[in-house]
Structure formats: structure tokens, C-alpha cells
């Protein structure tokens, strides 16, 4: 629910917290964390709410709701007068009376009264606080990570009936919210007291990646290790195939592996001393054998790398030697390069950028790295890969890993840098220029799928959006598929995330996004004066992945990025070890996750649809299915039968009482 500040800092402010002054509502120490008085009606809402609903009724307003915030300004005290002017309040005047309510309160308040006469109205709000993702960027990486493998770690346990470990998916879970939120730190991010409670915020994402690894680490740790076999387990509910990845420890014992037909697959020793291999077509929500065998696999490849290209066999790609960046991003097949090198960007180049419009600092022009070195690393029968380093500004240096697996349309870049801490203005965004005439951009979103600008709400923000998995750019013949596993934000057709400030600076803001084939992946920045960090160091890392195609649907975009996300698992045992048979006939629909009920009574079935019209699904298993409808609270609601019909875009959860 989203309120509008009619006044600065809100009503509460012009009414009651200017009177002490920010500087004492806003400073929180060990003397007083609240405000009280002797008198709580003195500068309560009278004669604000009398003004505001007369303005109502004269209007011939339909409701006799009317929802205000209270506060005295934002990151203030407590004010403990509420609770008390509020009840002699209701016995002073019999109209309006007044509640103390929440956001669901005052919804559903609106609901039963005027639910019929209440306008409509479809799209994403993209909100304009998720700036603050750059604030931190190492953690949010850890957090977008730990949420991917605590889902994983909780459908592992369903396919191979692994004891649940509620109260340590709760915590790992609690974590991951109180990260979300979005303030990440102190009022006054100079005072001692704002390193504590950043701390604080820290540990959420710290402790969430640590909880989610070890949900998902103990879950393996229940299947009886194998001697030199290995299990590859998909948890996702598609087919599909991709590279596994040995530790030296697990691949002591030999760098050959055969299937479970017996068949030799292609192997090979990475530098690190990995032994990676690519597996065949592991069955949805299932899992096939491999083992391990003694000597050198000698199998021959047909990857291509010279100096500054690599070729798999599907791309050719070519780095510019002068700027580090991709240049060429070749379809062998058609020959057609989905770099576009005509605006100076081209594909993963570094954007440092200055400053910020908040008032009373300037932005600068975008600067790049330089110093250009060019050197491969992986060249095998599998794996192709180059390590471009070079100098940066905000920057002790910056690493960019550009990777290609055999046969494979698509790339993966892990982008590097050693951030020096300051606490300049300062912003970093990653460039992609893709050649796609007329492309037109869908973004997935939580549980939704958004044109940008054609399918926002108006007022929501434009220059900047946060993506969840995947941002597809294509015009039915040639497009690609990107997705960004740790940082969130983009930018379209130019850099456009650098303005804090709101109404002062309006005309700054975006009114429209423009038709682009380019997006901006806002790494980080420093923005914020106040409630975050003021500088962040050391290294961090971002990893991309870029497929191309010839016109993907939804479903094929969202397969792509959901698997970067949760990759296929590997672990070693002797038999195959999953359990449970649960399968949905719809391509368009996926399960999005499976997990126990907290009554372990039942299994829970987390549905959604990448299609933008109804979908009928069937769900089969081994046994006949006992079905209902459930929702977040995981109650039994409606008996169904195995079929189940999915509203466009839609997310539905279902709870299974015999599996």
C-alpha cells in the first residue's frame, strides 16, 4: 500500500515535529528512544482531518475512509502520545473516529465497504527505493544466492525425502526478509552508533547465506556416500542438461566418467583443478548416475580459441583489444553479431560515473577502464575461457571472466573489481548494447512478467528498474536472454540512475522510458547521505549470462534464467536417490517451488505461469494425487482433481496430502 506525503516529512511533521526540531526527533540515544508529553492532544490532526474531510465531502467523495500517516518526520522517534490522543480523541468527538491500523487493516477495511465501486487498475509500480541495492552490492549478491539455494535445498529434500529442517529454514528465510527491507542502516551514517546497526543489517544477508548453504549441504549430507558414482539431481520441473563441476577432492580418483548406458562423456581438468563434464538430459525433478573411472580421458573437442576470440562451435566471440570490451557476439549459424558497437558501449563495458543530482552535486561523464590485458585461461574440449584485467577508476583493478561451453548459445561473464572505499558520489553500471532492431524488452518480476513503460502503472519509476531472473530483448527473429545473478537493477538506453533527489529535481526524472536495445547493470553506488552505508570496498563480483536465440517465447527466457540460478546439483552416492515422482504437462507453467508443510502433513506446490492467457495444467505421479487448493498459510482449502487452470501470469499453490 502506498501513501502520499501531502506535506513535507508528512502531516506529523507540520503539526508536531518541527515544534523539537530533527535534530532531537531524529536522534536516537541511550537517554530516549520515544517521545511523551503531558498533553498528547496538543498538536494532534486538529484541524488537518476536519479540513480534509470537508474537501472530501464537498468533492462528493464515496468513501468514508480516510487513510493519513502519522509521524514526525522519517527515521524518528517513537511517538508515544499516539495511542493516548487517539483515545481521547474517540471520547471527545463522535465523528471521524479514529483507529490505529496497518496496511492490511485499512485494505481490507476498503474491501468489504467498496469492493464494487473501487477503480481498477494494472501494472507494476516499480518503486523507487530500490536504489539502495547498490548501497551494498557484495551482500545483496549473497542474498539473491542464499534465496536460489534455500528454495533448492527445500526441494531437494522433497525429492529425495530427506528429513525437514523447519526451524532452520524459518531462520535462513526470516534472514532473507530482513535483509529485503529496504534501510540498511543509521539515520546518521557518521554516528558510532550506525556501524552497530549496520552490523546488524550485515548479518542478515551473512547469516542468511550461511543458513541457506548448510540446509542444502546437510540435505545431501543424508544420502549414503557413494565410492566413485555421482548422482546429477535437477530440481527443476524441465528437462535439461549442463556442465558439471568436480571438486579436486571428488575427482582425486581419475578424469574419466562414464553414464549409466556405460558411455564415456567428454571430460576436463580445469587450472584450478576442477574436473568438469557435460551431463546428458537429467529428467525433471529427477536425477541420473555417473561414475568416475580411472586415467586421462582423451576424447577431442572442437572449441577454437585464438588471442582475443573464442568459438564453441555456436559463437564466435571477439574482444576489443583497445577497450576490453565484447565486440563480437557471432550466431555461426546465421552469421548475424548481436553486439552493436555503434554507440561506444558495445557488450560488458565498465561505466564509472561521479556524482549524483541531489541538490547540491553534479554528475559526471561515464569513465572506463584502460590498460587493456588479454589472456586465455580455459582451453579444452568443453570449456573456453579469457581473462581480461585491467585499471579502473573507483577501482584497485577490475577482472572480467568470459566463458563459453561447447555447443552452447550463450555466455558467461563474471565481472570482478576491487572496490576502493570512498565516500564520493560515485556509481558503477555495466554496459550491454545488443544488436536487435525494434527489440522490445519483457522483464521478470516477482510472480509477474512487465513490458517496461508499456505495462507500468503511472508514476512509477523509469530510471532505474529491479529484474528478478531474466530481461529478454527480441523482435521474433533475433534476441537474447540476459540475466544477472547478484545485482538486481538496470537501466535502459542510457545511464539514468544517478538522481536521489525528488520534487526538487522532478524535471530530472524519467517520463518515459525510451524504445532501447541497451541496458545498464547499476552494480553499486553510494548515493544515499543517510540510512545506508556511506562507501563500500574489497572485492566484488557480478555474474551475467547471456543466451541468444531467434525468437524465444516467456517460457524458454524464464528456463534460462531460472537455471543460471539454480543449477544442476552433484553429489556422490551410490544410487540414484530420488524418491518422489511429481511431474506438471504444461511448458508454460513451472513449479516454482516444493517444499514440506509445517504440519508435515503434506507436500506444498508453488505454481507459476509464463503465459499471458489461461493455462490448463495436469499434474501425474505415481499414485493418485489427494489435491487442494491452499495459499500462504498452507491450510486445506478446496478439493480438486489433478487438473488445474492458471490465470495469465499467474501463481497458484496447491497442497498434496499423499506425496
Not at 544466492?145 to 529454514?169: D, F, S, Y
Not at 546428458?280 to 582423451?298: F, R, V
Not at 554507440?343 to 569513465?367: L, R
Not at 494425487?625 to 486445506?636: N, P, V
Request: with cysteine; proline share 4%.
Amino acid at each position: 500500500m502506498f501513501f502520499l506525503q501531502g506535506v513535507s516529512y508528512g502531516y506529523g511533521f507540520q503539526a508536531k515535529g518541527r515544534k523539537y526540531g530533527l535534530g532531537k526527533i531524529q536522534a536516537f540515544t541511550t537517554a530516549y528512544d520515544r517521545l511523551s508529553t503531558d498533553n498528547p492532544m496538543q498538536d494532534f490532526i486538529d484541524p488537518y482531518i476536519f479540513n480534509e474531510t470537508a474537501k472530501l465531502e464537498a468533492a462528493g467523495s464515496p468513501y468514508d475512509i480516510f487513510a493519513m500517516t502519522w509521524s514526525m518526520a522519517d527515521n524518528c522517534l517513537i511517538d508515544a502520545d499516539l495511542p493516548e490522543a487517539v483515545r481521547e480523541w474517540n471520547e471527545k468527538y463522535a465523528y471521524p473516529k479514529l483507529i490505529i491500523s496497518g496496511t492490511k487493516e485499512i485494505m481490507a477495511a476498503y474491501e468489504a465497504r467498496y469492493a464494487a465501486i473501487i477503480p481498477e487498475v494494472k501494472g507494476d509500480f516499480t518503486e523507487f527505493w530500490t536504489n539502495g541495492l547498490g548501497s551494498d552490492a557484495r551482500r545483496i549478491g549473497m542474498s539473491r544466492r542464499a534465496k536460489e539455494e534455500l528454495v533448492q535445498g527445500e526441494t531437494l529434500g522433497i525429492l529425495i525425502n530427506a528429513p525437514v529442517e523447519h526451524n532452520a529454514v524459518d531462520a535462513a528465510w526470516e534472514n532473507i526478509l530482513l535483509g529485503a527491507e529496504h534501510t540498511w542502516g543509521f539515520q546518521d551514517p557518521r554516528a558510532p552508533m550506525a556501524k552497530k546497526v549496520e552490523a546488524v543489517k550485515a548479518g542478515y544477508f551473512e547469516q542468511a547465506g550461511t543458513q541457506s548453504a548448510a540446509i542444502l549441504k546437510n540435505t545431501l549430507g543424508t544420502l549414503p556416500s557413494g565410492n566413485n558414482t555421482f548422482a546429477v539431481i535437477n530440481t527443476l520441473s524441465w528437462t535439461r542438461s549442463g556442465l558439471i563441476t568436480l571438486t579436486p577432492e571428488q575427482s582425486a580418483k581419475g578424469s574419466r566418467i562414464v553414464d549409466e548406458l556405460n558411455k564415456e562423456v567428454v571430460t576436463q581438468r580445469m587450472e584450478n583443478g576442477d574436473l568438469v563434464f557435460l551431463s546428458g538430459e537429467i529428467p525433471a525433478l529427477g536425477a541420473k548416475m555417473y561414475t568416475l573411472l580411472p586415467g586421462n580421458n582423451n576424447q577431442v573437442g572442437t572449441m577454437a580459441v585464438a588471442g582475443n576470440r573464442l568459438n564453441n562451435g555456436a559463437i564466435e566471440l571477439t574482444v576489443n583489444r583497445e577497450t576490453g570490451n565484447i565486440t563480437g557476439l557471432t550466431d555461426l549459424r546465421s552469421n548475424w553479431n548481436y553486439a552493436d558497437n555503434t554507440k561506444g558501449i558495445s557488450i560488458n563495458s565498465y561505466n564509472y560515473v561521479e556524482g549524483v543530482y541531489n541538490g547540491k552535486d553534479t554528475v559526471g561523464k561515464p569513465g572506463h577502464d584502460s590498460n587493456i590485458n588479454i589472456a586465455i585461461k580455459e582451453n579444452g574440449p568443453l570449456v573456453a575461457s579469457m581473462v581480461i584485467i585491467s585499471t579502473g577508476k573507483g577501482t584497485k583493478g577490475i577482472r572480467k571472466e568470459i566463458r563459453l561451453i561447447k555447443d552452447r548459445a550463450y555466455v558467461e561473464i563474471t565481472n570482478t573489481i576491487d572496490k576502493i572505499p570512498t565516500m564520493e558520489k560515485e556509481g558503477i553500471h555495466w554496459g550491454f548494447a545488443f544488436n536487435i532492431p525494434n527489440g522490445e524488452i519483457k522483464m521478470d518480476i516477482p510472480m509477474g512478467v512487465i513490458r517496461p513503460e508499456k505495462d507500468q502503472l503511472a508514476g512509477a519509476n523509469k530510471n532505474w528498474l529491479p529484474f528478478q531472473r531474466w530481461v529478454d530483448i527480441s523482435n521474433g527473429r533475433v534476441g537474447v536472454t540476459f540475466t544477472s545473478i547478484e545485482s538486481p537493477l538496470i537501466e535502459i538506453g542510457a545511464i539514468s540512475g544517478n538522481i536521489l533527489d525528488g520534487a526538487r529535481l522532478a524535471r530530472r526524472w524519467l517520463k518515459r522510458i525510451p524504445a532501447s536495445q541497451t541496458v545498464y547493470s547499476w552494480q553499486l553506488n553510494n548515493h544515499w547521505d543517510t540510512n545506508f552505508p556511506l562507501q563500500q570496498g574489497g572485492m566484488i563480483s557480478t555474474t551475467y549470462g547471456i543466451a541468444i536465440h531467434d525468437g524465444h517465447t516467456v517460457a524458454d527466457a524464464n528456463r534460462f534464467g531460472v537455471e543460471q540460478h539454480r543449477p544442476l546439483l552433484v553429489v556422490k552416492t551410490d544410487v540414484n536417490p530420488v524418491k518422489m515422482k511429481l511431474a506438471v504437462d504444461n511448458p508454460k507453467v513451472m513449479i516454482a517451488a516444493l517444499k514440506r508443510s509445517a504440519d508435515n502433513k503434506a507436500l506444498i506446490v508453488h505454481l507459476r505461469s509464463l503465459s499471458d492467457t489461461n493455462e490448463e495444467i495436469k499434474l501425474t505421479s505415481d499414485t493418485s494425487l489427494d489435491i487442494f487448493s491452499s495459499d500462504a498459510s498452507e491450510k486445506q482449502l478446496n478439493k480438486i482433481r489433478n487438473e488445474v487452470v492458471m490465470a495469465p501470469y499467474g501463481f497458484t499453490i496447491l497442497r498434496i496430502n499423499n506425496l
